[in-house]
């Protein structure tokens, strides 16, 4: 039998559609939920990465790049992290932030500032981002400014396209060299000049070499993968 709907989550739901529209669907009460259509995520997401993530972040300091609502660097704060900074071009999802960790009572700092200007908030121990890279027109110089704010580990995401298999390259190629462009592993970007999926932000897929080599070469000795194809656990 379904339960009645109380005067609180009435509010709560208000609430929520006047901080709309939702990309990120969390819990912030009993049976209200942010963004019902989403389904599973973030969830589905965070329970692919939570087994890499320590119980006990006591003492650390976290980086969200493109925090949305909230929802990873609200994770991180519930495992003890001193500090977390959320940040997000997005004004609108910044409001969401601030909603969703008053409401789970997990504090969170929050600034609306972009990947290429992270210099001003100093170093962290941690840095998490999911889902921001093939939104951005310069890939690597952003990976770079993460590394350069990042003091241990990066939690990584991007969409992959292509081949999922790993490439080991050669210390130089003769500039004769052509066959090893046409390999499927070769790292590969795919740029998409209109639109994917309906969204004009979508710049970039990469092939799951690609996304490797680049994390690399911005600064990360030792990058992992995990089942999932798109993400990492990279370090410095």
């Given at each position: ?143 770079e400014q993460i590394a350069a ?84 656990v990279c370090h410095k």
């Amino acid at each position: 039998m379904q339960q009645p709907v109380t005067r609180m989550q009435e509010g709560l739901t208000e609430q929520i559609a006047a901080l709309g529209p939702w990309y990120q669907n969390i819990e912030v009460a009993p049976g209200v939920w942010t963004n019902p259509d989403a389904g599973d995520y973030p969830g589905s997401r965070w329970r692919a990465l939570e087994p890499w993530v320590p119980a006990d972040l006591t003492g650390k300091t976290v980086l969200e790049v493109g925090c949305n609502a909230g929802f990873f660097s609200i994770e991180m704060k519930k495992r003890g992290a001193a500090r977390v900074v959320g940040i997000d071009i997005m004004p609108h999802v910044i409001a969401q932030a601030r909603f969703t960790s008053a409401r789970l009572g997990q504090p969170i700092e929050l600034r609306q500032t972009s990947v290429y200007d992270l210099a001003p908030l100093g170093a962290f121990d941690i840095v998490v981002c999911l889902g921001v890279l093939y939104h951005l027109k310069h890939p690597l110089y952003a990976l770079e400014q993460i590394a350069a704010a990042c003091r241990s580990t990066l939690y990584f995401q991007s969409v992959v396209r292509g081949s999922v298999e790993d490439f080991e390259p050669a210390a130089n190629y003769d500039i004769s060299e052509s066959d090893v462009f046409t390999r499927p592993e070769f790292p590969k970007l795919f740029f998409v000049e209109r639109s994917f999926n309906a969204d004009s932000s979508n710049w970039w897929f990469a092939t799951h070499s690609c996304l490797k080599a680049m994390l690399r070469v911005s600064g990360f000795s030792r990058v992992q993968t995990m089942t999932d194809p798109e993400l990492f656990v990279c370090h410095k």
